[in-house]
Protein backbone atom coordinates (compact mmCIF):
# COMPACT_ATOMS: atom_id res chain seq x y z
CA UNK A 1 0.00 0.00 0.00
CA UNK A 2 1.16 3.74 -0.10
CA UNK A 3 1.54 3.94 3.09
CA UNK A 4 3.73 0.69 3.57
CA UNK A 5 6.13 2.87 0.89
CA UNK A 6 5.78 6.59 3.02
CA UNK A 7 4.76 8.08 0.00
CA UNK A 8 6.91 6.85 -2.61
CA UNK A 9 5.60 4.78 -5.98
CA UNK A 10 7.91 2.02 -5.19
CA UNK A 11 9.67 0.06 -2.43
CA UNK A 12 12.60 0.22 -4.35
CA UNK A 13 12.59 4.02 -4.38
CA UNK A 14 12.09 4.26 -0.55
CA UNK A 15 14.96 1.95 0.17
CA UNK A 16 16.90 3.94 -1.84
CA UNK A 17 16.35 6.33 0.06
CA UNK A 18 16.26 5.52 3.27
CA UNK A 19 20.26 4.30 2.97
CA UNK A 20 21.64 6.80 5.41
CA UNK A 21 19.62 5.69 7.98
CA UNK A 22 20.29 2.18 7.07
CA UNK A 23 23.62 2.98 6.78
CA UNK A 24 23.94 4.68 9.98
CA UNK A 25 22.05 1.95 12.04
CA UNK A 26 24.78 -0.63 10.68
CA UNK A 27 27.46 1.27 12.41
CA UNK A 28 25.70 1.92 15.56
CA UNK A 29 26.99 1.06 19.03
CA UNK A 30 30.13 -0.95 16.83
CA UNK A 31 32.90 1.38 19.04
CA UNK A 32 33.73 1.25 22.71
CA UNK A 33 34.55 3.93 25.04
CA UNK A 34 38.59 3.38 24.21
CA UNK A 35 37.80 3.25 20.48
CA UNK A 36 37.77 -0.04 19.54
CA UNK A 37 35.64 -1.46 17.49
CA UNK A 38 33.77 -4.35 18.76
CA UNK A 39 32.24 -6.75 17.15
CA UNK A 40 30.62 -8.99 19.89
CA UNK A 41 28.18 -11.12 17.76
CA UNK A 42 31.73 -12.55 15.78
CA UNK A 43 32.15 -15.67 18.08
CA UNK A 44 35.06 -16.99 16.88
CA UNK A 45 37.70 -15.91 19.01
CA UNK A 46 40.24 -13.16 18.64
CA UNK A 47 43.10 -16.40 18.73
CA UNK A 48 41.49 -18.44 16.06
CA UNK A 49 40.78 -14.67 13.64
CA UNK A 50 44.50 -14.22 13.81
CA UNK A 51 45.59 -17.74 12.62
CA UNK A 52 43.23 -17.13 9.84
CA UNK A 53 45.39 -17.15 6.48
CA UNK A 54 42.80 -16.91 3.92
CA UNK A 55 39.52 -15.48 3.87
CA UNK A 56 36.45 -16.43 1.01
CA UNK A 57 33.82 -14.26 0.05
CA UNK A 58 31.08 -16.14 -1.31
CA UNK A 59 28.13 -14.32 -2.37
CA UNK A 60 25.69 -14.23 -5.67
CA UNK A 61 24.19 -10.87 -7.41
CA UNK A 62 24.42 -7.62 -5.70
CA UNK A 63 25.86 -9.63 -2.91
CA UNK A 64 28.81 -10.47 -4.96
CA UNK A 65 29.49 -7.01 -5.97
CA UNK A 66 29.51 -5.98 -2.63
CA UNK A 67 31.99 -8.86 -1.60
CA UNK A 68 34.35 -7.24 -4.47
CA UNK A 69 34.44 -3.88 -3.11
CA UNK A 70 35.41 -5.12 0.26
CA UNK A 71 38.03 -7.43 -0.81
CA UNK A 72 39.62 -4.12 -1.85
CA UNK A 73 39.48 -2.49 1.29
CA UNK A 74 40.01 -6.12 3.56
CA UNK A 75 43.40 -6.82 1.62
CA UNK A 76 44.53 -3.41 2.00
CA UNK A 77 43.89 -3.03 5.73
CA UNK A 78 44.63 -6.93 7.22
CA UNK A 79 47.04 -7.92 4.41
CA UNK A 80 45.27 -11.63 4.44
CA UNK A 81 44.58 -12.72 1.01
CA UNK A 82 40.89 -12.29 0.40
CA UNK A 83 39.41 -13.78 -2.75
CA UNK A 84 35.61 -13.24 -3.87
CA UNK A 85 34.22 -15.93 -5.64
CA UNK A 86 30.27 -16.38 -6.91
CA UNK A 87 28.48 -19.15 -4.91
CA UNK A 88 27.17 -20.63 -7.90
CA UNK A 89 31.02 -21.61 -8.99
CA UNK A 90 32.73 -22.44 -5.85
CA UNK A 91 31.77 -25.39 -4.78
CA UNK A 92 32.09 -27.25 -8.36
CA UNK A 93 35.65 -26.39 -8.97
CA UNK A 94 37.47 -28.06 -5.59
CA UNK A 95 38.13 -24.94 -3.56
CA UNK A 96 41.06 -25.28 -1.25
CA UNK A 97 39.82 -24.11 2.03
CA UNK A 98 40.66 -25.65 5.51
CA UNK A 99 40.61 -24.37 8.76
CA UNK A 100 42.53 -21.68 8.64
CA UNK A 101 40.06 -20.30 5.99
CA UNK A 102 37.22 -18.19 6.94
CA UNK A 103 34.91 -17.99 4.52
CA UNK A 104 32.42 -15.32 4.30
CA UNK A 105 29.25 -15.22 2.81
CA UNK A 106 27.11 -12.16 1.59
CA UNK A 107 23.40 -12.55 1.43
CA UNK A 108 20.71 -9.61 2.20
CA UNK A 109 17.83 -12.42 2.66
CA UNK A 110 19.51 -15.52 3.79
CA UNK A 111 18.36 -17.60 1.91
CA UNK A 112 20.14 -18.05 -1.43
CA UNK A 113 20.28 -21.77 -2.68
CA UNK A 114 23.94 -21.47 -4.08
CA UNK A 115 25.03 -19.20 -0.99
CA UNK A 116 23.95 -21.95 1.57
CA UNK A 117 25.57 -24.95 -0.70
CA UNK A 118 28.53 -22.58 -0.37
CA UNK A 119 28.82 -22.57 3.16
CA UNK A 120 27.66 -26.45 3.87
CA UNK A 121 30.41 -27.36 1.70
CA UNK A 122 32.90 -24.51 3.12
CA UNK A 123 32.37 -26.04 6.52
CA UNK A 124 32.69 -29.72 5.92
CA UNK A 125 35.94 -28.67 5.04
CA UNK A 126 36.40 -27.03 8.36
CA UNK A 127 36.42 -23.43 7.47
CA UNK A 128 34.97 -20.92 9.93
CA UNK A 129 32.19 -19.37 8.22
CA UNK A 130 30.93 -15.74 9.03
CA UNK A 131 27.52 -14.60 7.37
CA UNK A 132 26.47 -11.25 6.78
CA UNK A 133 22.71 -11.10 6.35
CA UNK A 134 20.02 -8.34 6.87
CA UNK A 135 17.73 -11.21 8.01
CA UNK A 136 16.80 -12.58 11.60
CA UNK A 137 17.54 -16.37 11.95
CA UNK A 138 17.50 -17.27 8.42
CA UNK A 139 19.05 -20.45 7.20
CA UNK A 140 22.44 -18.80 6.13
CA UNK A 141 23.45 -17.21 9.49
CA UNK A 142 21.80 -20.02 11.00
CA UNK A 143 24.65 -22.62 9.75
CA UNK A 144 26.97 -20.55 10.30
CA UNK A 145 29.61 -20.03 13.35
CA UNK A 146 28.68 -16.25 13.59
CA UNK A 147 26.44 -13.87 12.02
CA UNK A 148 27.15 -10.01 11.66
CA UNK A 149 23.82 -8.30 10.84
CA UNK A 150 23.40 -5.33 8.45
CA UNK A 151 20.35 -3.51 9.74
CA UNK A 152 19.04 -2.18 6.73
CA UNK A 153 15.22 -3.57 7.77
CA UNK A 154 13.37 -5.15 5.57
CA UNK A 155 14.10 -5.04 2.00
CA UNK A 156 11.23 -5.70 -0.48
CA UNK A 157 12.42 -4.54 -3.71
CA UNK A 158 13.58 -7.60 -5.86
CA UNK A 159 16.63 -5.09 -6.88
CA UNK A 160 19.05 -4.92 -3.99
CA UNK A 161 19.81 -1.19 -2.96
CA UNK A 162 20.22 -0.77 0.99
CA UNK A 163 20.89 -4.53 1.17
CA UNK A 164 23.88 -4.00 -0.65
CA UNK A 165 25.22 -0.62 0.68
CA UNK A 166 25.01 -2.32 4.14
CA UNK A 167 26.75 -4.95 2.88
CA UNK A 168 29.73 -3.10 2.28
CA UNK A 169 29.40 -1.77 5.55
CA UNK A 170 29.34 -5.01 7.34
CA UNK A 171 32.28 -5.95 5.38
CA UNK A 172 34.38 -2.74 6.33
CA UNK A 173 33.42 -3.14 10.02
CA UNK A 174 34.73 -6.81 9.65
CA UNK A 175 37.91 -6.05 8.00
CA UNK A 176 38.73 -3.64 10.56
CA UNK A 177 38.17 -5.83 13.17
CA UNK A 178 40.62 -8.57 11.60
CA UNK A 179 42.90 -5.47 11.48
CA UNK A 180 42.76 -4.77 15.10
CA UNK A 181 42.62 -8.33 16.56
CA UNK A 182 45.62 -8.95 14.18
CA UNK A 183 47.59 -5.96 15.69
CA UNK A 184 48.11 -3.60 12.76
CA UNK A 185 49.41 -0.92 13.61
CA UNK A 186 48.03 1.71 11.14
CA UNK A 187 46.94 4.41 13.75
CA UNK A 188 46.03 7.08 11.92
CA UNK A 189 44.38 5.42 8.66
CA UNK A 190 42.19 3.27 10.80
CA UNK A 191 40.55 6.06 12.87
CA UNK A 192 40.79 8.78 9.58
CA UNK A 193 38.40 5.41 8.16
CA UNK A 194 36.65 4.95 11.11
CA UNK A 195 35.50 8.58 11.13
CA UNK A 196 34.66 8.44 8.09
CA UNK A 197 32.68 5.79 7.82
CA UNK A 198 30.27 7.56 10.53
CA UNK A 199 29.97 10.58 8.12
CA UNK A 200 28.67 8.57 5.60
CA UNK A 201 24.99 8.77 6.17
CA UNK A 202 25.47 12.24 5.80
CA UNK A 203 26.93 12.07 2.67
CA UNK A 204 24.97 9.57 0.77
CA UNK A 205 21.87 11.98 2.53
CA UNK A 206 23.41 14.81 0.32
CA UNK A 207 23.24 12.72 -3.31
CA UNK A 208 19.83 11.67 -2.41
CA UNK A 209 18.95 16.12 -1.95
CA UNK A 210 20.70 16.19 -5.32
CA UNK A 211 19.05 13.33 -7.28
CA UNK A 212 16.80 15.67 -9.54
CA UNK A 213 19.25 16.08 -12.22
CA UNK A 214 19.78 11.96 -12.56
CA UNK A 215 16.12 11.19 -12.54
CA UNK A 216 15.84 13.96 -15.32
CA UNK A 217 18.49 12.21 -17.27
CA UNK A 218 16.60 8.99 -16.37
CA UNK A 219 13.56 10.44 -18.32
CA UNK A 220 15.12 11.11 -21.39
CA UNK A 221 17.33 8.07 -21.87
CA UNK A 222 13.87 6.20 -20.96
CA UNK A 223 13.29 6.58 -24.51
CA UNK A 224 16.03 5.01 -26.36
CA UNK A 225 17.20 1.02 -25.67
CA UNK A 226 20.55 1.61 -26.50
CA UNK A 227 22.71 -0.68 -24.59
CA UNK A 228 24.64 1.27 -21.42
CA UNK A 229 28.04 1.04 -20.46
CA UNK A 230 29.47 1.73 -16.74
CA UNK A 231 33.68 2.27 -16.13
CA UNK A 232 35.09 2.00 -13.11
CA UNK A 233 38.44 1.23 -11.40
CA UNK A 234 39.55 -0.22 -8.55
CA UNK A 235 36.47 -0.23 -6.12
CA UNK A 236 35.00 1.41 -8.59
CA UNK A 237 34.57 -1.39 -10.93
CA UNK A 238 32.20 -3.46 -8.60
CA UNK A 239 30.39 0.25 -8.41
CA UNK A 240 30.15 0.02 -12.35
CA UNK A 241 29.12 -3.53 -12.41
CA UNK A 242 26.31 -2.87 -9.88
CA UNK A 243 25.00 -0.05 -11.88
CA UNK A 244 24.55 -2.05 -14.57
CA UNK A 245 23.20 -4.64 -12.86
CA UNK A 246 20.59 -2.26 -11.88
CA UNK A 247 19.59 -2.09 -15.30
CA UNK A 248 19.38 -5.19 -16.29
CA UNK A 249 17.54 -6.13 -13.05
CA UNK A 250 14.33 -3.16 -13.29
CA UNK A 251 15.00 -1.77 -16.58
CA UNK A 252 15.70 -4.61 -19.17
CA UNK A 253 18.52 -2.35 -21.14
CA UNK A 254 21.37 -4.09 -22.40
CA UNK A 255 24.06 -3.02 -19.80
CA UNK A 256 27.56 -4.20 -18.91
CA UNK A 257 30.37 -2.71 -16.25
CA UNK A 258 33.79 -2.82 -17.53
CA UNK A 259 36.96 -1.86 -15.44
CA UNK A 260 38.26 1.07 -16.65
CA UNK A 261 41.89 -0.18 -17.17
CA UNK A 262 40.02 -3.23 -20.01
CA UNK A 263 38.89 -0.29 -22.09
CA UNK A 264 41.71 -1.37 -24.88
CA UNK A 265 41.52 -4.83 -24.70
CA UNK A 266 37.82 -4.62 -26.21
CA UNK A 267 35.12 -2.42 -24.72
CA UNK A 268 36.21 0.90 -26.62
CA UNK A 269 35.37 -1.53 -29.60
CA UNK A 270 31.25 -0.93 -29.09
CA UNK A 271 31.95 2.98 -28.22
CA UNK A 272 29.63 4.68 -31.52
CA UNK A 273 28.79 7.96 -31.71
CA UNK A 274 26.30 8.92 -28.64
CA UNK A 275 26.88 5.56 -26.83
CA UNK A 276 26.15 6.40 -23.18
CA UNK A 277 28.91 5.70 -20.82
CA UNK A 278 29.02 6.20 -16.86
CA UNK A 279 32.02 6.43 -15.60
CA UNK A 280 33.03 6.11 -11.90
CA UNK A 281 36.17 8.37 -11.48
CA UNK A 282 38.37 8.29 -8.50
CA UNK A 283 38.68 10.60 -5.72
CA UNK A 284 42.50 12.47 -6.61
CA UNK A 285 45.00 10.37 -5.07
CA UNK A 286 48.69 9.66 -4.46
CA UNK A 287 48.05 6.67 -6.95
CA UNK A 288 47.20 8.17 -10.71
CA UNK A 289 44.43 5.94 -10.68
CA UNK A 290 42.46 9.14 -11.10
CA UNK A 291 44.38 10.78 -14.24
CA UNK A 292 44.34 7.11 -15.53
CA UNK A 293 40.40 7.32 -15.85
CA UNK A 294 40.32 10.50 -16.85
CA UNK A 295 42.32 9.56 -19.74
CA UNK A 296 39.68 6.75 -20.22
CA UNK A 297 37.08 9.54 -20.31
CA UNK A 298 38.55 11.43 -23.02
CA UNK A 299 39.31 8.53 -24.76
CA UNK A 300 36.25 7.30 -25.22
CA UNK A 301 34.86 10.72 -25.47
CA UNK A 302 37.24 11.22 -28.88
CA UNK A 303 35.07 8.44 -30.04
CA UNK A 304 31.59 9.80 -30.14
CA UNK A 305 31.01 8.69 -26.15
CA UNK A 306 27.85 10.84 -24.46
CA UNK A 307 30.11 10.32 -21.10
CA UNK A 308 28.12 10.81 -17.65
CA UNK A 309 30.66 11.30 -15.32
CA UNK A 310 30.22 10.66 -11.14
CA UNK A 311 33.40 12.44 -9.91
CA UNK A 312 34.36 14.28 -6.64
CA UNK A 313 32.45 17.62 -6.41
CA UNK A 314 34.93 20.31 -7.93
CA UNK A 315 37.32 17.66 -10.15
CA UNK A 316 37.49 19.87 -12.75
CA UNK A 317 39.53 17.25 -14.75
CA UNK A 318 36.96 14.99 -14.71
CA UNK A 319 34.22 17.72 -16.01
CA UNK A 320 36.25 18.84 -18.44
CA UNK A 321 35.31 15.67 -20.48
CA UNK A 322 31.96 15.22 -18.99
CA UNK A 323 28.53 15.65 -20.94
CA UNK A 324 26.92 15.52 -17.33
CA UNK A 325 28.52 15.33 -14.13
CA UNK A 326 27.24 13.96 -11.05
CA UNK A 327 28.81 15.30 -8.45
CA UNK A 328 29.87 13.11 -4.95
CA UNK A 329 30.59 14.02 -1.80
CA UNK A 330 34.72 14.17 -0.74
CA UNK A 331 35.58 10.60 0.39
CA UNK A 332 38.66 8.77 0.55
CA UNK A 333 38.77 5.75 -2.39
CA UNK A 334 37.79 3.28 -0.20
CA UNK A 335 34.41 4.54 0.64
CA UNK A 336 33.54 5.94 -2.60
CA UNK A 337 31.40 3.01 -3.32
CA UNK A 338 28.69 4.05 -0.63
CA UNK A 339 28.06 7.37 -2.49
CA UNK A 340 28.88 6.45 -6.05
CA UNK A 341 26.35 3.22 -5.95
CA UNK A 342 23.76 5.80 -4.89
CA UNK A 343 22.63 7.59 -8.05
CA UNK A 344 22.93 4.50 -10.05
CA UNK A 345 20.24 2.81 -8.46
CA UNK A 346 18.24 5.95 -8.38
CA UNK A 347 19.11 6.37 -12.09
CA UNK A 348 17.84 2.50 -13.01
CA UNK A 349 14.75 3.01 -10.72
CA UNK A 350 13.87 6.60 -12.60
CA UNK A 351 14.29 4.68 -16.15
CA UNK A 352 12.64 1.43 -15.53
CA UNK A 353 9.49 3.64 -14.17
CA UNK A 354 9.34 6.19 -17.02
CA UNK A 355 9.41 2.84 -19.19
CA UNK A 356 6.23 1.95 -17.52
CA UNK A 357 7.74 -1.58 -15.74
CA UNK A 358 6.84 -3.04 -12.00
CA UNK A 359 10.46 -1.87 -10.77
CA UNK A 360 9.57 -4.21 -7.62
CA UNK A 361 8.89 -7.08 -9.26
CA UNK A 362 10.93 -7.21 -12.39
CA UNK A 363 9.51 -10.11 -14.87
CA UNK A 364 11.60 -13.24 -14.85
CA UNK A 365 13.15 -12.41 -11.37
CA UNK A 366 13.07 -13.31 -7.48
CA UNK A 367 13.66 -11.34 -4.54
CA UNK A 368 15.60 -14.73 -3.08
CA UNK A 369 16.32 -17.30 -5.33
CA UNK A 370 16.03 -20.75 -3.02
CA UNK A 371 16.65 -23.10 -6.03
CA UNK A 372 19.57 -23.51 -7.80
C1 LIG B 1 18.52 -12.02 -6.24
C2 LIG B 1 18.10 -10.60 -5.96
C3 LIG B 1 19.32 -9.68 -5.91
C4 LIG B 1 20.30 -10.21 -4.87
C5 LIG B 1 20.67 -11.67 -5.14
C6 LIG B 1 21.42 -12.27 -3.98
O1 LIG B 1 19.03 -12.11 -7.52
O2 LIG B 1 17.23 -10.14 -6.95
O3 LIG B 1 18.94 -8.36 -5.57
O4 LIG B 1 21.46 -9.42 -4.89
O5 LIG B 1 19.49 -12.46 -5.30
O6 LIG B 1 20.55 -12.33 -2.89
P1 LIG B 1 20.97 -12.46 -1.40
O7 LIG B 1 19.69 -12.47 -0.63
O8 LIG B 1 21.73 -13.76 -1.26
O9 LIG B 1 21.81 -11.29 -1.08
Not at 14 to 22: G, N, R, T, V
Request: with cysteine; charged share 25%.
Amino acid sequence: SAAEKQGHDWFMRKEIFEQPKAVADTLLGRWSDRGELVLDELRISPEELRRINKIVIVACGSSFYAGMVAKYAIEHWTRVACEVELASEFRYRDPIIDPMTLVVTISQSGETADTLMAIRHAREQQARVIAICNTNGATIPRESDAVIYTHAGPEIGVASTKGFLTQVVACYLLGLYLAQVRGMKYGDEVHAIVDELNSMPDKIQAVLDGIEPVYKLARKMAMSEDAVFFLGRHVGYPVALEGALKLKEIAYLHAEGFAAGELKHGPIAVIEQDTPVFVVVPPEGRDQLHDKVVSNIEEIRARGARTIVLAEEGDAAAESFADMVIPLPKCSTLLQPLVAAVPLQAFACELATAKGHDVDQPRNLAKSVTVE
